[in-house]
Structures are given as C-alpha cells and as structure tokens.
Nanobody, 115 residues
Framework: QVQLVESGGGLVQAGGSLRLSCAAS????????MGWYRQVPGKQRELVAQ???????NYADSVKGRFTISRDNAKNMVYLQMTSLKPEDTAVYYC?????????WGQGTQVTVSS
C-alpha cells in the first residue's frame, strides 16, 4: 500500500499562485508515475499533470504554461506549482501514484480561485 498526503490547497484570487505538495509513504516498491488530478462536483476526475520517475511530464491542455509538476524521488514527494490561476481551476485536487502496477490516491485538497 502507498499512502499519499496532499497539502497546500486553499483560497486564492484569480491570477494568483499556489503550490501543492504530496508526500508518499509505505511503498515496498519504487513509485513510478506520480500525478495530480482534479474533480468538481458532477464531473469526472480529470488529469492535470503527471510525471514519470525519470521526470518526463504530461499536462492537460488547460494548464499548459501555467502549472508545473515536479518530484523528488529521494523524498517520495510530488509538487504542483500553479500560477495564473483561474476560477475554472477551482476543484478538489488529488495526488496519485502508481507502484507495482497498482494505482493509489490521496484524500484530496480543495483549491478555490475567486474571481
């Protein structure tokens, strides 16, 4: 089992920035892809950004140029730097990780962007 704990969410004005962090623990195996998803009520959870163990990245078109994902393999941490935030970025953000072919999720952290 992999436990994922997110932090860094909150309320910010449009145009502002936030940094999300996610700490992974408990894995007996190397953690492969890590990422961030988000979900708003009534909609499916969507991929925001993901990063492989060798730091290859993939972003949703809606956040390209504004969000940056990074990781620290030694600390089993993944980060999401969010800039130029928009009200439509408001959602619960979930950290995710894959290890030994299983997919794990954090509890989520709320990000609210006011206009």
């Amino acid at each position: 089992q992999v436990q994922l704990v997110e932090s860094g969410g909150g309320l910010v004005q449009a145009g502002g920035s936030l940094r999300l962090s996610c700490a992974a623990s408990g894995s007996r195996f190397s953690i492969n892809t890590m990422g961030w998803y988000r979900q708003v009520p009534g909609k499916q959870r969507e991929l925001v950004a993901q990063i492989s163990r060798d730091s290859s990245t993939n972003y949703a078109d809606s956040v390209k140029g504004r969000f940056t994902i990074s990781r620290d393999n030694a600390k089993n941490m993944v980060y999401l730097q969010m800039t130029s935030l928009k009200p439509e970025d408001t959602a619960v953000y979930y950290c995710s990780a894959t290890a030994s072919f299983a997919h794990f999720w954090g509890q989520g952290t709320q990000v609210t962007v006011s206009s």
